[in-house]
């Protein structure tokens, strides 16, 4: 069990570093395609029809696909006042629980948005834009994002349930962990 749940650990980093990668290229293609409008708007007085449509898109699919690295370099925000009071046993207890209802919680998230990008294909449903752009496509950035924020979230659960060492903590901006800085 020990080896399958490490072989999935590293095929799970692998792809969530990927979609950080894509996501970072989301970012940056925006910037670039919002640097064109406002060239287009300012100097040519040609303002875009696609930019803004476009631009959503990119940042919602960079969002989701930021997820699944954020939540397994421990980057999301946290509110620890009742955690740092906790045993490590408790807190451990406290932390399966939590994950086990994230994972529910993002398994019905993951399905639904699977339905609603199904539909969209079916159903030929464009956006009421000018560009009449497939809702699928941007759609399915949900899907992408909550499949690789389940299976970190369930590689934790696993790693907390089984007492597995899990990911160092993200270092601070002093650049030692938090453990270490206190």
Excluded at 29 to 43: P, S
Excluded at 70 to 89: E, P, W, Y
């Amino acid at each position: 069990m020990k080896q399958f749940l490490l072989a999935f650990d590293k095929f799970l980093e692998k792809l969530s570093k990927a979609a950080a990668i894509l996501a970072g290229i989301f970012i940056l293609a925006t910037a670039f395609i919002i640097v064109y409008e406002v060239i287009m708007r300012g100097l040519f007085h040609s303002p875009t029809e696609w930019v803004l449509e476009i631009s959503t898109y990119f940042i919602i699919t960079a969002g989701f696909l930021g997820l699944a690295i954020t939540f397994r370099q421990k980057a999301h925000i946290q509110v620890d006042l009742f955690a740092s009071k906790l045993s490590k046993k408790n807190s451990r207890n406290v932390n399966l629980c939590l994950n086990l209802l994230a994972i529910f919680t993002f398994l019905i998230f993951m399905t639904e948005s699977m339905d609603q990008v199904t539909a969209s294909f079916v159903y030929h449903k464009l956006s009421p834009s000018i560009l009449r752009f497939p809702l699928y496509i941007p759609q399915f950035a949900l899907v992408l994002g909550s499949a690789l924020l389940l299976g970190e979230i369930i590689r934790r659960f696993l790693f907390d349930l089984l007492c597995l060492p899990d990911m160092p903590t993200p270092l601070n901006n002093t650049g030692k962990s938090d453990k270490e800085a206190h």
